[in-house]
């Protein structure tokens, strides 16, 4: 199994960008799909994820309303709309994939895609 987020980049605050999730060796329909973020000096935190099969989401509070996750499955690609940036949005994000549920917690999670930098700045 192997997850490779992309799609980050200098976002100005206020603005958007679209972050993608792509795998192989796995089907992102039949898997759980977890969105995480670091900072510097922070540790990871949950931001969003989607279940398998009904497509259940749930956010973070810190990114409701703003961040939408979805996912195509034709593409095999589950995505991160991240909306009305702030500052604060500044890390690196990851997606994570587990066996059963939607979960922010870091530590349910099986395997882990190298992240891309988000940067959030005027």
């Known amino acids: 199994v192997q997850l490779q987020a992309s799609g980050g980049g200098l976002g100005q605050p206020g603005g958007s960008l679209r972050l993608s999730c792509t795998a192989s060796?796995?089907?992102?329909?039949?898997?759980?799909i977890g969105w995480f973020r670091q900072a510097p000096g922070k540790e990871r935190e949950g931001v969003s994820c989607?279940?398998?099969?009904?497509?259940?989401?749930y956010y973070a509070n810190s990114v409701k309303d703003r961040f939408t996750i979805s996912r195509d499955n034709a593409k095999n690609t589950v995505y991160l709309q991240m909306n009305d940036l702030k500052p604060e949005d500044t890390a690196v994000y990851y997606c994570?994939?587990?066996?059963?549920?939607?979960?922010?917690?870091?530590?349910?999670?099986?395997?882990w895609g190298q992240g891309t930098l988000v940067t959030v700045s005027s």
């Open positions: 994570a994939t587990r066996n059963s549920g939607c979960s922010l917690v870091a530590g349910h999670y099986n395997f």
């Open positions: 989607i279940s398998s099969g009904d497509g259940y989401t």
């Open positions: 060796g796995i089907g992102l329909d039949y898997s759980n």
